[in-house]
Each structure stands twice: as C-alpha cells, then as structure tokens.
C-alpha cells in the first residue's frame, strides 16, 4: 500500500581546467589501472527498495561484491533535474527523503557517506563547457542512497551526485559523458539511477505485487533497449522518440531516461557488457539494469 500511494502521488502532485593540476590534486593519490572501473546504469524503482530484502536489493548488494572497491561513486540520479549541470561538493551530503506516502522507518534512514568536494571540483573542471555549480544545498537522493546503501553499508566510500540539466537533450548528455572517462580510469564507480521504462500514470494497481508483469508494450521496449544496447546501437536510443508510440509510453517525460545516457557515454567498446534485475513491475516499469566492465 505504502508504494501505491508514493506513485499515486508522483502522479498527483574539465568550469575551466587550464593545468593538469587541479585533476591531479584528487587523481595522485589514486593508483591508476589498465582496467577500467565499471560503470552501471541502474534502475531504483520503488525507495522501499531502500529498506526492504528484494531481489532487487539482493542484487545490487551482490553486485558491490562482484566489483572492485571505488575510490569514490559519482551517481547521475533521476532525481535532480536542474538548469544548468550541478555536482554536489559538501564535505557530508544529506540524506533526502524526495517522496511521500511511506512508513516512518524509510523516512529514519541516513546514509552518512562522505562527500570529497576536491574531487567535486576536479569533476566540474573536466567539463568546461557546462559551467558546472559546485552545490552545497541538495545531497544524496532516493535515486541514489537507496542503493548505495546496500551496495557500501558501512557508509565509507564518498558519494558524490551529478544534476540532470533539463534544457538539454539526450546528445547533450551523451556527449558530456564521454568527459568523465578519466574517472573510470581512477577507480571512480559512475552510476546512472533511473528506469528504461517508468510510466506511473499508467502503473497496474492490481498488480504491484505480481513478479515480473509488464504491458506488451512494456515488455516490446525492454527488449528493443536490451538490444539496441547489446549491438552497441545508440543512435536509436538518443533519438528514443523515432522508435514509435511504445517508446513515448515507455519514456512520457525524460528525467528517468536520460540517466542511461550518461552510461552509454561512458562505457568503451572494450567492456563486457552484462544485464541485471531484468524484470518488469506493476505492468510500465522496469528495473532493467546494465553494467559494462
């Protein structure tokens, strides 16, 4: 019931880098690899997978397991769509309760990670032309803290969010991605946060507890994004509204979307690409995820 309500709500309701020396002030004390970090698109769905023992959760704490340990996670969440591009660049980042309509125990939980507001800077710096805003005002969203904290429960690796600037385009995103390369490089683990396909206003009430039930439509663009992202396509999925009515039902407004984006940017030819939590729920969403590395 607690989901119901938070959808029915939903419903309802690189700056200028002019030297080396600013990256290396984060990058020197980090021993760069010949493999690059992974990076992941993610999909959250609902925040009481912030809390709860799903299969969901089960499996991005699994995947914690399967990785690397970060120097740092840099999350693109859904949810700070911005004019302009912000990065958050406070020494400890809040923990947002962006929904309504929970128990109180999702509402009680802090993820009191670390930011590192250098490495905040350093980031701004390798995307010059975004005139990025160092903020000091926003935190860790249910975009990302319900993930991280089952991914990192101790808390101990720095969290730094990066805004969606909704005046800009897929391209735009795509694009501006490909500047944050030298982070993978770095041991830096960037996370996209969103869901391919995430239609509230056509969510199945009656179904928000069958496993895996989806729309044929939902299901038709699941697999047309699987595949698109297999074959290394992206064209098709930049340009998402040329794939006909099922993709404008998938995608009705963008901010879950263009997450993706910024992880199609990211990865290399060169990356194993892998799918997780491929499962539709409550008929117009999934928790499609995609790790490349």
């Not at 939903?10 to 984060?26: H, P, Y």
């Not at 005046?167 to 996209?192: D, W």
């Not at 794939?243 to 404008?248: P, S, V, W």
């Amino acid at each position: 019931m607690e989901r119901k309500s938070f959808l029915k709500t939903l419903i309802t309701g690189v700056a200028g880098m002019t030297t080396l020396s600013a990256f290396k002030n984060f990058t020197d004390n980090l021993n760069e690899s010949e493999q690059l970090m992974p990076v992941m698109f993610i999909g959250h769905g609902s925040p009481m997978n912030g809390i709860e023992d799903t299969e969901f959760s089960r499996r991005w704490t699994q995947m914690a397991k399967e990785i690397p340990v970060p120097a740092a996670v840099l999350v693109i969440s859904a949810h700070w769509f911005t004019r302009g591009t912000r990065i958050t660049a406070m020494d400890f980042p809040k923990t947002i309760h962006d929904f309504g309509g929970f128990p109180k125990a999702l509402y009680d939980v802090q993820y009191p990670a670390p930011g590192n507001p250098q490495l905040a800077k350093d980031t701004a710096a390798m995307m010059p032309a975004a005139n990025v805003v160092l903020d000091h005002d926003w935190g860790l969203d249910h975009g990302t803290w319900t993930i991280i904290r089952h991914m990192y429960p101790d808390a101990h690796i720095p969290v730094l969010q990066l805004s969606i600037d909704y005046t800009r385009g897929p391209q735009y995103h795509f694009e501006l991605a490909k500047e944050l390369m030298a982070l993978r490089k770095k041991g830096v683990l960037i996370i996209g946060s969103g869901n391919m396909v995430h239609n509230l206003g056509m969510v199945a009430w009656d179904k928000m507890e069958v496993p895996g039930y989806g729309y044929d439509w939902a299901l038709q663009m699941n697999d047309t994004f699987k595949t698109l992202i297999s074959n290394r396509n992206y064209q098709p999925l930049i340009n998402y509204q040329t794939l006909g009515k099922e993709a404008l039902l998938a995608i009705p407004t963008p901010e879950h979307y263009l997450p993706l984006m910024y992880t199609l940017g990211l990865n290399s030819n060169k990356d194993e690409l892998s799918f997780f939590n491929d499962k539709a729920v409550a008929g117009s969403l999934t928790m499609t995820s995609v790790k490349w590395g």
